[in-house]
């Protein structure tokens, strides 16, 4: 018995000595892992506080410029509407926004829709031309959208600005809201087709309230990309009042003799205070929409 007993411990100690070895290494996987995380949002956070900090600072210089100014103030915020064109600069950013975001929702939805559904001569060809115009960034055919403008007096036009927009932005919402809708089950059309129901009415009824995920995804993308745009508003928009959030503020601090670089940091935070809030409180349906498109596509 006791040379059984002898021969038995080591099999016994063997799976107790792995599962302390592999209990190490996770909890030496999960420390790398916080660490990574610790030091990623270390330098993320930074310059949003150095920003912060910048507004808040007396002067218009960055030599005296803190993430924790110990004389606070909120002159600059103060000047940026009394002084500058901001307001103007923010609902002309508001308008473009706001444009682009229902120009890519309502069209995504369509193409998105036909190209799923609908079975067509050179649907395939169509997608694939789609797949290569979005490999290409919408700054490339600068000259040609500046000519295009100019040719039908869009020149200087917010609402030609958003067009762009939109255009840039379709073949990539196209593939998404396509995506999308493969994964949603055809048994639905052929139900309701049964029933009398025309293509119409199923993309009304029935397929785009299912799209409400990817369609809110959609929307808040395209809602934050005018705001940060800066080169095609440089080469379309030229008089003062037609200029964007990203324009005004270039040009606080692109002259020699403009240097309000504290007045571009409160303007940069007033920028990004509705567009964080937009994402914070939207944001579980960026996740289910940016996760339910990749599933297949």
Not at 108 to 125: D, H, N, P, T, Y
Not at 196 to 213: D, K, S
Not at 262 to 271: Q, S
Request: glycine share 8%; with cysteine; charged share 15%.
């Amino acid at each position: 018995m006791t040379k059984i007993a002898e021969r038995a411990a080591p099999r016994t100690a063997a799976p107790a000595a792995r599962r302390r070895k592999s209990t190490r290494r996770e909890g030496l996987s999960t420390a790398l892992i916080h660490l990574e995380l610790i030091v990623v949002a270390a330098i993320v956070i930074f310059p949003l506080l150095w920003v912060v900090g910048a507004s808040l600072s007396p002067g218009d210089g960055l030599g005296e410029v803190s993430p924790f100014p110990s004389e606070a103030t909120m002159a600059h915020y103060a000047d940026l509407f009394t002084e500058t064109a901001y307001g103007r600069w923010y609902l002309n950013s508001l308008y473009v926004a706001v444009l682009n975001m229902v120009g890519s929702v309502v069209l995504a939805a369509i193409c998105g829709f036909v190209f799923s559904r609908v079975k067509f001569k050179g649907r395939k060809a169509g997608l694939l031309s789609i797949l290569i115009l979005q490999m290409f960034p919408a700054f490339l055919a600068a000259i040609a959208v500046y000519m295009l403008f100019l040719n039908f007096g869009l020149l200087d036009s917010l609402t030609g600005l958003a067009l762009v927009s939109i255009a840039g932005a379709l073949p990539y919402n196209i593939w998404l809201m396509k995506g999308y809708t493969d994964n949603l089950p055809a048994s639905l059309d052929e139900a309701a087709a049964i029933d009398g129901a025309g293509r119409l009415t199923i993309f009304v009824r029935i397929i785009l309230p299912l799209m409400r995920p990817m369609l809110t995804f959609v929307a808040i993308t395209q809602f934050t990309l005018p705001w940060m745009d800066f080169i095609l508003p440089r080469l379309v928009l030229q008089s003062a009042d037609k200029q964007t959030v990203a324009l005004g503020l270039f040009n606080m601090i692109s002259s020699e003799y403009a240097n309000s670089y504290t007045t571009f940091a409160a303007g940069a935070v007033v920028l990004a205070l509705p567009i964080t809030i937009l994402y914070i409180v939207l944001q579980r349906y960026l996740v289910t929409g940016a996760s339910a498109g990749a599933e297949k596509g």
